[in-house]
């Protein structure tokens, strides 16, 4: 594929690939291009896939995928620049941390021009819900990233700005969320994007005080885990559709919600998906989980190749019922959450106590499980009724049954549970948490 082709691919007015077919083409030679050039240019790469035994060209298609080693975000700290191409300044490329669970960030590279591409992904996902151009979009999350690295890309927004008749509004995430409503009802943007978790809260501010005759077209909810109980408060609120998508700062886009079907679409063209299940790759197949393993077809200047997210997904259909040529998840678990290690050492997904909890419905608007040593854990609730004794002691038992070890539980009834200073809220917090997950 010439560069000229890519682009047609690449940019809006040509279309992304349309068919199945297209599609796969077009993931394999870049792939291709993506491991030769990883072979080339960075050493870290050079290296492990030297000791696999793999030079140029023997990666052609995604199956050979399964002979390149895996990648965790420790492996690329530690590597530091042998991890970054060699054929890029360092001082003109873009950075930003990850936000690291255990407040060890990874330093993540980015050219202006795989930014620019990483916008494409963006940009068809909203444009799939309905974006127009000339919407305003009112983002609320926590400020964005800045440093003098970022000024070309912000002189480059606003010239897309300008062309594009782009307006946005960040909103911090962190101000109360009444505040938050406010501002909105004053600037009444089309189109509202945040993290699930301040969604659900504006979703009951406006239920109790109005939007003034205000709603926006549509609600984009990221970042964190869209539960049934959050989706429902955002749409009691606002009255209009409520869509999740899944990205990260390593993959960019990588899934957003079919409209028709409720599964996600996987950015096929953008990043490969795999899963990892007690420690193997597992098979793809519907309803299968496992913890997923990215790898990145647009990043050259800092590959992510078998990269370990960390984060839980279920595999849905093959291709999505709707028609469109994506391979689907039926939902992403584990998005942003600390893994509880338990007192013999065993690590479990703490989705494993949230979903032994379901049977107590409506136990609170809102909870946190935090542990704090590895047999001690506290569970925070913002109740929405009365919690009796009986209630809570059964709650107690029931965590202690999920993970069959010695752990006390602690309840407690909060008023309100606090973003982190990312701005996210966190269902589940380990002090004893490792960076990377592992399930039982
Ligand atoms: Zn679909």
């Given at each position: 594929?010439?560069?000229?082709?890519?682009?047609?691919?690449?940019?809006?007015?040509?279309?992304?690939?349309?068919?199945?077919?297209?599609?796969?083409?077009?993931?394999?030679?870049?792939?291709?291009?993506?491991?030769?050039?990883?072979?080339?240019?960075?050493?870290?790469?050079?290296?492990?896939?030297?000791?696999?035994?793999?030079?140029?060209?023997?990666?052609?298609?995604?199956?050979?995928?399964?002979?390149?080693?895996?990648?965790?975000?420790?492996?690329?700290?530690?590597?530091?620049?042998?991890?970054?191409?060699?054929?890029?300044?360092?001082?003109?490329?873009?950075?930003?941390?990850?936000?690291?669970?255990?407040?060890?960030?990874?330093?993540?590279?980015?050219?202006?021009?795989?930014?620019?591409?990483?916008?494409?992904?963006?940009?068809?996902?909203?444009?799939?819900?309905?974006?127009?151009?000339?919407?305003?979009?009112?983002?609320?999350?926590i400020?964005?990233?800045?440093?003098?690295?970022?000024?070309?890309?912000?002189?480059?927004?606003?010239?897309?700005?300008?062309?594009?008749?782009?307006?946005?509004?960040?909103?911090d995430c962190r101000q109360d969320p009444?505040?938050?409503?406010?501002?909105?009802?004053?600037?009444?943007?089309?189109?509202?994007?945040?993290y699930?978790g301040i969604?659900?809260l504006?979703?009951?501010?406006?239920?109790?005080?109005?939007?003034?005759?205000?709603?926006?077209?549509?609600?984009?909810?990221?970042?964190e885990?869209?539960?049934?109980?959050?989706?429902?408060?955002?749409?009691?609120?606002?009255?209009?559709?409520?869509?999740?998508?899944?990205?990260?700062?390593?993959?960019?886009?990588?899934?957003?919600?079919?409209?028709?079907?409720?599964?996600?679409?996987?950015?096929?063209?953008?990043?490969?998906?795999?899963?990892?299940?007690?420690?193997?790759?597992?098979?793809?197949?519907?309803?299968?989980?496992?913890?997923?393993?990215?790898?990145?077809?647009?990043?050259?200047?800092?590959?992510?190749?078998?990269?370990?997210?960390?984060?839980?997904?279920?595999?849905?259909?093959?291709?999505?019922?709707?028609?469109?040529?994506?391979?689907?998840?039926?939902?992403?678990?584990?998005?942003?959450?600390?893994?509880?290690?338990?007192?013999?050492?065993?690590?479990?997904?703490?989705?494993?106590?949230?979903?032994?909890?379901?049977?107590?419905?409506?136990?609170?608007l809102q909870v946190q499980?935090e542990?704090?040593?590895?047999?001690?854990?506290i569970?925070r609730?913002v109740?929405?009724?009365?919690?009796?004794?009986?209630?809570?002691?059964?709650?107690?038992?029931?965590?202690?049954?999920?993970?069959?070890?010695?752990?006390?539980?602690?309840?407690e009834?909060v008023e309100r549970i606090d973003p982190e200073p990312t701005g996210k809220y966190k269902i589940?917090k380990?002090?004893?948490?490792?960076?990377?997950?592992?399930?039982?």
């Open positions: 594929m010439s560069s000229r082709k890519f682009f047609k691919e690449i940019f809006p007015g040509y279309g992304f690939p349309s068919t199945r077919e297209e599609l796969i083409g077009y993931r394999d030679y870049q792939l291709r291009r993506l491991i030769n050039y990883a072979i080339s240019n960075v050493p870290y790469y050079r290296r492990v896939l030297g000791e696999a035994g793999l030079t140029h060209d023997d990666v052609r298609t995604i199956s050979d995928l399964s002979r390149v080693p895996l990648t965790t975000k420790d492996d690329l700290r530690e590597a530091g620049l042998e991890a970054v191409s060699k054929r890029v300044v360092t001082s003109r490329v873009l950075e930003k941390f990850t936000t690291g669970t255990t407040g060890n960030p990874l330093l993540i590279r980015r050219t202006i021009r795989e930014q620019l591409i990483a916008g494409q992904f963006w940009r068809r996902c909203l444009r799939y819900y309905g974006h127009r151009p000339g919407d305003h979009l009112a983002v609320i999350s400020y964005p990233f800045r440093s003098a690295a970022l000024e070309p890309v912000r002189g480059l927004r606003r010239f897309a700005k300008f062309i594009m008749h782009n307006r946005r509004t960040h909103l009444s505040d938050i409503l406010e501002t909105l009802k004053r600037i009444r943007p089309e189109i509202l994007i945040g699930a969604l659900a504006l979703g009951e501010e406006a239920c109790e005080k109005g939007t003034g005759g205000w709603s926006p077209r549509f609600i984009l909810s990221g970042s885990t869209l539960s049934a109980s959050r989706r429902e408060r955002i749409q009691q609120g606002f009255g209009v559709p409520v869509y999740d998508y899944y990205s990260t700062y390593e993959g960019g886009i990588l899934a957003w919600e079919c409209r028709d079907t409720g599964f996600y679409h996987i950015a096929e063209d953008h990043i490969v998906a795999e899963t990892l299940s007690n420690g193997r790759l597992s098979e793809r197949s519907d309803r299968e989980q496992g913890e997923i393993i990215i790898t990145n077809l647009h990043n050259f200047c800092m590959p992510f190749v078998r990269y370990r997210l960390g984060d839980y997904i279920t595999w849905g259909p093959c291709t999505c019922p709707c028609g469109a040529p994506f391979s689907t998840l039926r939902g992403i678990e584990g998005r942003w959450m600390d893994h509880f290690i338990l007192p013999s050492g065993k690590r479990i997904h703490p989705m494993k106590i949230y979903t032994g909890l379901h049977e107590f419905k409506d136990i609170g499980f542990q704090v040593t590895p047999d001690n854990i569970l609730i109740p929405s009724g009365r919690l009796t004794e009986g209630m809570l002691d059964d709650i107690r038992r029931t965590i202690i049954e999920c993970l069959s070890e010695p752990v006390r539980v602690d309840v009834i589940f380990s002090r004893t948490a490792e960076d990377t997950a592992v399930t039982s």
